[in-house]
């Protein structure tokens, strides 16, 4: 009686066993979005991305590939944030959906040092790759982002300014300054754009020299 009982519960764990693989089969392939807000949710990035990565796959919308460029910034993968980021600013109506973002969003501001949609995208990225080491890159991204006659708050160039000062990296900090001068020329003095571009030149001069404790913080 007792072997009997016991093969009976040993049926009834593998069956549902079978049935939990079964189930998360479905959720993995067929739920791809409800899998990935689960981890979004929970904090699990590598997951989340990983899952909206699959729905982005599925559907080709733009919203799909945002939350796949967002998970991955979050989950900190330089190389996804790479991938998916060119991806982004490639996709035809990118433009519109800046502005459809920043109209969504309460305070206009989507990290630290970033100020719209656009600039969070474009800020990341650079970022990205100047994490890896390709500098130019980081660069031609920057200015395609701001350009060479203005200085816009929170651009991409501010970013790369505070992780060349944060890394105390003197050769990226001078290829970012070639940049800068060349954009100051075309500035108005006494502008706001002057102003906030000369107070990057004057960081990016202590790049090197600076002492841990006096390096900007994060």
Known sequence: MKEIIVKAAVKTVIFLLVLLAIATAVLNFAFPQHMATFFEQIGNYSLAVRYSSQRYDATGEIDDL??????????GRQDYIIKYGEKLIAFDGFESFCAEMDSLSQNGEFSEHATGYKLYVYGNLCKAYASVG??????????????????????????????????NDEEFAGLIKEDLLLIRTNLTEGS??????????????????????????S
């Open 192 to 217: 706001q754009d002057i102003t906030v571009l000369d107070d990057m030149l004057e960081i990016l001069e202590g790049v090197g020299q600076a002492t841990e404790e006096e390096l900007p913080q």
């Open 66 to 75: 945002a939350r796949t460029y967002q998970n991955s910034v979050l989950y």
């Open 134 to 167: 390709e500098y130019d890159n980081a660069l031609l991204r920057a200015n395609e982002s701001n350009g060479d006659e203005s200085f816009l708050s929170g651009n991409a160039y501010i970013t790369l300014v505070i992780y060349a000062a944060q890394a």
